[in-house]
């Protein structure tokens, strides 16, 4: 009996105000819901804030609590400091607190885990204050097979890390066997595409109505280093060459007074498979590009990822020049939730 009153007591204080409610039902939007999905919301938010220690038994209402009252779930989200799915384990080596700055080794194990492990960017700090983040790969121990990475975390103003408080580290990718082949020629005679190329139809940040697809496959540009040129694509077709595995150029030739050279990177949201080209003439000196386009095509089957080099390099000086690139793959993409929550106070 003491206990329910005691829990009672401790949760009626972080139920929601009457004024937040207000707020929320008023707040003004362009894409005003119905108001019964508001009030549907409305209440989802007070049953969380009411029983924050049953919402943060699930990822689903961890996550809706973290973004209602962040300091609330991080006060019932229990302390684990190990955690494993996909055969890969995640586990917190040291903790670290000083000032505005806290710092945990993450040590990773199992499963496809190797030296040139990568959280490809899609890890995650929880933590009930602003802050800024980064996370490096530190150490690989090959006897263990475990790869260790140091996340850093500072307070967006400078304060100090508030005492007594959790953070919670979250990845949901992995990347493994990653290789990196730099310097490499590649076998493509260049005068061979000293020519006007066919381009294809692109399209910028206005995609084609829903379900038009004229001809079968459109590509739709990201970001572009050449202004107005960005949206200017060469047509892909047959591979030309494949300079590394997973990278092949699939087209080349003039297109708006530049020279492109396409180069293919199959779904690059897997693989990050990406390269940086350039071009040397007899005597070794070298022609950077300037400006690459991206682009992305997108059928029933799948996206691929493109991007196009260009250079201001006229057809006739083509002649007596080579490519040549640096090549950056990845063979496995690891998708699940590893997710630590520990103290925030220094080990030993």
Same mark, same amino acid.
């Given at each position: 009996m003491n206990f329910s009153k005691t829990y009672r007591r401790m949760n009626e204080p972080v139920g929601p105000s009457p004024d937040l409610i207000?707020?929320?039902?008023?707040?003004?939007?362009?894409h005003r819901l119905p108001l019964r999905r508001l009030a549907a919301a409305a209440a989802v938010a007070a049953?969380?804030?009411?029983?924050?220690?049953?919402?943060?038994?699930?990822?689903?209402?961890?996550?809706?609590?973290?973004?209602?009252?962040?300091?609330?779930?991080?006060?019932?989200?229990?302390?684990?400091?190990?955690?494993?799915d996909s055969g890969i384990t995640m586990e917190v080596a040291a903790v670290r607190v000083e000032g505005d700055t806290a710092q945990a080794y993450i040590v990773l194990s199992g499963g496809p885990v190797d030296a040139t492990t990568d959280l490809f960017d899609s890890w995650s700090f929880h933590l009930p204050f602003d802050q800024t983040g980064r996370c490096e790969r530190v150490a690989w121990d090959e006897a263990t097979g475990t790869v260790?990475?140091?996340?850093?975390?500072?307070?967006?103003?400078?304060?100090?890390?508030? !005492? $007594? %408080?959790?953070?919670?580290?979250?990845?949901?990718? /992995?990347?493994? #066997?990653?290789?990196?082949? *730099?310097?490499?020629?590649?076998?493509?005679?260049?005068?061979?595409?000293?020519?006007?190329?066919?381009t294809a139809l692109t399209w910028g940040a206005d995609l084609p109505a829903a379900g038009v697809r004229e001809p079968?496959?459109?590509?739709?540009?990201? !970001? $572009? %280093?050449?202004?107005?040129?960005?949206?200017?694509? /060469?047509?892909? #077709?047959?591979?030309?060459? *494949?300079?590394?595995?997973?990278?092949?150029?699939?087209?080349?030739?003039?297109?708006?007074?530049?020279?492109?050279?396409?180069l293919c990177r199959g779904d690059a949201s897997r693989t990050d498979n990406h390269a940086f080209l350039w071009m040397e003439d007899a005597d070794g000196r070298e022609f950077h590009c300037t400006g690459i386009s991206y682009f992305t095509g997108e059928t029933a089957g799948g996206r691929t990822d493109y991007m196009d080099f260009l250079f201001a390099v006229p057809p006739e000086d083509l002649a007596g020049c080579t490519l040549h690139g640096n090549f950056y793959t990845a063979a496995t993409l690891t998708e699940g939730l590893w997710q630590v929550t520990f103290p925030l106070e220094n080990t030993d």
């Amino acid at each position: 009996m003491n206990f329910s009153k005691t829990y009672r007591r401790m949760n009626e204080p972080v139920g929601p105000s009457p004024d937040l409610i207000r707020k929320t039902l008023s707040h003004p939007d362009r894409h005003r819901l119905p108001l019964r999905r508001l009030a549907a919301a409305a209440a989802v938010a007070a049953v969380l804030l009411a029983t924050p220690a049953l919402a943060v038994r699930s990822e689903a209402g961890y996550a809706v609590l973290y973004r209602i009252a962040p300091a609330v779930a991080q006060f019932f989200q229990p302390v684990q400091e190990a955690c494993t799915d996909s055969g890969i384990t995640m586990e917190v080596a040291a903790v670290r607190v000083e000032g505005d700055t806290a710092q945990a080794y993450i040590v990773l194990s199992g499963g496809p885990v190797d030296a040139t492990t990568d959280l490809f960017d899609s890890w995650s700090f929880h933590l009930p204050f602003d802050q800024t983040g980064r996370c490096e790969r530190v150490a690989w121990d090959e006897a263990t097979g475990t790869v260790t990475f140091l996340c850093t975390v500072k307070t967006m103003d400078g304060s100090p890390i508030p !005492t $007594g %408080g959790k953070m919670t580290f979250s990845v949901r990718q /992995l990347l493994t #066997g990653k290789k990196a082949m *730099e310097g490499v020629t590649v076998d493509l005679k260049l005068t061979n595409y000293a020519q006007e190329a066919e381009t294809a139809l692109t399209w910028g940040a206005d995609l084609p109505a829903a379900g038009v697809r004229e001809p079968e496959v459109t590509y739709y540009s990201a !970001t $572009g %280093g050449s202004g107005d040129l960005a949206s200017v694509m /060469l047509q892909p #077709g047959e591979v030309l060459a *494949e300079p590394a595995e997973g990278l092949p150029i699939t087209a080349a030739g003039y297109a708006d007074g530049l020279f492109h050279i396409q180069l293919c990177r199959g779904d690059a949201s897997r693989t990050d498979n990406h390269a940086f080209l350039w071009m040397e003439d007899a005597d070794g000196r070298e022609f950077h590009c300037t400006g690459i386009s991206y682009f992305t095509g997108e059928t029933a089957g799948g996206r691929t990822d493109y991007m196009d080099f260009l250079f201001a390099v006229p057809p006739e000086d083509l002649a007596g020049c080579t490519l040549h690139g640096n090549f950056y793959t990845a063979a496995t993409l690891t998708e699940g939730l590893w997710q630590v929550t520990f103290p925030l106070e220094n080990t030993d």
